[in-house]
């Protein structure tokens, strides 16, 4: 089915494990976004993508890498998985003629 | 650096009453406005945006906003409540000519419905 697609919805992680969260989009939009939504600061951006290829930092992309080899496809990796970044972690698209963003349903993760 | 406040944390309102969820923005430059939803355990959904022309901006749902550049606001309205309308609102706002910039979201306002 064509939309954005998150996998997996909901992971338990040990701290220190590597962790990647993936973001699957069929419009091949040409924008993609990380942001990760905590109780009291709302939606923050973690990283973003203008294109295949071509990241950039968001507010908080400490801890955090992406990459971007396909348009499809923008996967988060938390290197070495810490508590603080316990939250919920959506992934949203956006074409490049217009700002609307579309987004996944989220994954919850919880580091323990 | 354009932002967005969102004064009220959470709103409780009687089924059938109105509502105004309020949203200012900081920035110089013409802004592009957009209020999303999110329900409980859900992504976030657009309701409206506006980036030109007529101030009201009618969206799904029944909800509409009210662009002001005096007061900097674009607040989110509906005439009358429903029980489905209990969620999470977001407004966002970007650089107009900026570029495809990311969003900029305020933190949200919850929304509550009681009978």
């Known amino acids: 089915d064509a939309g954005i697609t998150q996998s997996p919805r909901y992971k338990i992680t040990e701290t220190g494990r590597q962790v990647t969260l993936m973001c699957h989009q069929t419009?091949?939009?040409?924008?993609m976004f990380w942001y990760r939504q905590d109780l009291g600061h709302g939606l923050r951006l973690i990283y973003y993508?203008?294109?295949?290829?071509?990241?950039d930092k968001g507010e908080v992309p400490d801890g955090y890498v992406v990459s971007r080899s396909k348009t499809e496809n923008f996967p988060l990796t938390l290197e070495s998985a810490t508590r603080s970044q316990t939250s919920v972690y959506f992934c949203a698209s956006s074409e490049l003629s217009d700002y609307e963003q579309y987004f996944g349903p989220g994954t919850r993760l919880t580091v323990t | 650096a354009q932002s967005v406040t969102q004064p009220d944390i959470h709103i409780t309102v009687s089924e059938g009453a109105s509502l105004e969820l309020r949203c200012n923005y900081s920035?110089?430059?013409?802004?592009?406005l957009f209020w999303y939803v999110q329900s409980p355990g859900q992504g976030l959904q657009l309701l409206l945006k506006y980036f030109s022309g007529d101030t009201l901006v009618q969206g799904i749902k029944g909800f509409e906003a009210e662009f002001k550049r005096s007061q900097s606001s674009f607040n989110l309205r509906k005439p009358s409540v429903h029980w489905s309308d209990a969620a999470e609102y977001f407004c966002a706002v970007v650089a107009l000519n900026s570029g495809n910039t990311p969003l900029v979201f305020g933190k949200g306002t919850r929304l509550s419905v009681i009978a």
């Open positions: 993508s203008a294109a295949a290829d071509i990241t």
């Open positions: 419009w091949s939009h040409s924008y």
């Open positions: 920035y110089g430059a013409t802004p592009y």
